[in-house]
């Protein structure tokens, strides 16, 4: 979890970023982030089921919702407090997503140990947009 190569393999092989916690609040730190690695020509994915459309993209109620309409999700992207961190990472280890992202704040080492057990890479604790700026300067 959280070496340069899984970092460097994320930021290069993802695509389709589906972001758990998306507030469509401007002024909030997920949509900030997400606005900023759309701008990069990911595709977001919003999850979050009191909006309909955040950043031009539809909001999903769950990342069951947002697998069945989309299709391929590469990435999982979490900006939701540690708590529901296993139930997300239950989900990402059904629905078969490669990626997980857990952002600045958010830890479970117990259900990152259950994703990477099923070969899921992942980074936690860490902010996606600040890894991305790091790594393309």
Known sequence: MNEPKTIDEILKNTKTIAVVGLSDNAGRPSFGVSRYMQAQGYRIIPVNPQAKTILG???????????????KIELVN????????????KDVMRLKIP?????????????????????????????IHKEYTNTHQ
């Open 99 to 127: 990626y997980l992202w857990l952002q600045e704040g958010v830890c479970h080492e117990e259900a990152v140990g259950w994703a990477e057990a099923v070969g899921i890479k992942v980074v936690m604790d860490r902010c």
């Open 57 to 71: 993209e539809i909001s999903y109620p769950s990342l069951d919702d947002a697998v069945e309409a989309v299709g």
């Open 78 to 89: 979490v900006f939701r407090a540690s708590a529901f961190v296993p139930d997300i990472v």
